[in-house]
């Protein structure tokens, strides 16, 4: 197999992922908190894309639907969500991607988003592969922490064979053991093989999951680390949680990036893809 194989690319806002092209980053907090919330973030996002010069697509989930805790925070809903990403969309100029969890949301979310984005648990549901794909919109597939890289290739044909031509595939570790997630990174190769871009969802990949007991633990202080060796290996996009104040956020606060660190080591970032893809014209 070729490890570094080339893969379609992806219009998205106005630039391309995939394709050789530099990494994207895919941005935001785990949850819409609020508006103004919203909107401070996404300016500072696309203020830090600005500077180095690296694409962005602002991400933050309407409703999170597979909290651990019937009492947890799941966000403003559908319509209030998608009315402010929106909002987020037009003030900061930057794509905008949330979750969908059921066939009914698929249309009217792609009126709004420019990729849907299909959860981690969800990842084998045909229904809801189909309803994506007829969008039209690029769909991004969370591979499930419970599927070996190469299980992906059965959703990557759902997709096409119901008229999908932009899919992107996301890592986020694997279950070993309870709690704990890891990363074989060769799973991003494997992924890449499949034809399409591949994204790496550096902040879930250190979660807990139900680890606190009525929430999700996490090691926000790994995510550089899996980053670079991600980033080393070849990847298309860089999915990343980011908060102004974590220990304040509603949802995954625990491995979500500080947003006032995040600076420092994409400009890391950004010279290791450019070696890395510099070695496969």
Not at 136 to 147: A, D, E, T
Not at 166 to 192: C, K, P
Not at 246 to 256: F, I, L, S, V, Y
Request: aromatic share 6%; proline share 6%.
């Amino acid at each position: 197999m070729d490890r570094y194989p080339r893969v379609k690319s992806v219009r998205v806002g106005g630039f391309e992922l995939g394709g050789n092209s530099p990494f994207v980053l895919i941005a935001g907090p785990c949850v819409i908190e609020s508006e103004t919330h919203a909107l401070r973030m996404a300016d500072a996002l696309a203020e830090i894309g600005r500077t180095l010069g690296i694409h962005c697509i602002y991400k933050s989930s309407f409703d999170k639907a597979n909290r651990t805790s019937l009492h947890s925070f799941r966000g403003p809903g559908l319509d209030e969500g998608l009315r402010i990403l929106e909002a987020v969309k037009a003030r900061s100029g930057l794509p905008v991607l949330s979750d969908i969890h059921s066939v009914e949301q698929a249309v009217p979310a792609a009126e709004v988003l420019d990729i849907l984005q299909i959860p981690a648990f969800l990842c084998r549901q045909t229904d809801l592969l189909v309803a994506a794909a007829r969008t039209g919109r690029p769909v991004n597939v969370k591979k499930g922490q419970f599927l070996a890289p190469w299980d992906m290739q059965p959703v990557v044909e759902k997709l096409e064979a119901s008229g999908a031509t932009d899919i992107l595939l996301t890592e986020r570790g694997t279950s070993h053991g309870y709690n704990r997630l890891v990363v074989d990174f060769r799973s991003l190769a494997v992924l890449r093989s499949c034809g399409h871009p591949v994204v790496f969802d550096a902040t879930h990949a250190v979660q807990e999951p139900g680890g606190l007991g009525c929430s999700s633990g996490g090691v926000r202080e790994d995510v550089p680390l899996l980053a670079r060796a991600a980033v080393a290996v070849g990847i298309d996009a860089l999915f990343l949680e980011v908060h102004d104040e974590p220990e304040q956020a509603k949802c995954d606060g625990p491995n979500m990036v500080r947003l006032e660190t995040l600076p420092r080591w994409l400009k890391t970032l950004k010279e290791i893809d450019a070696l890395v893809k510099a070695e496969y014209p």
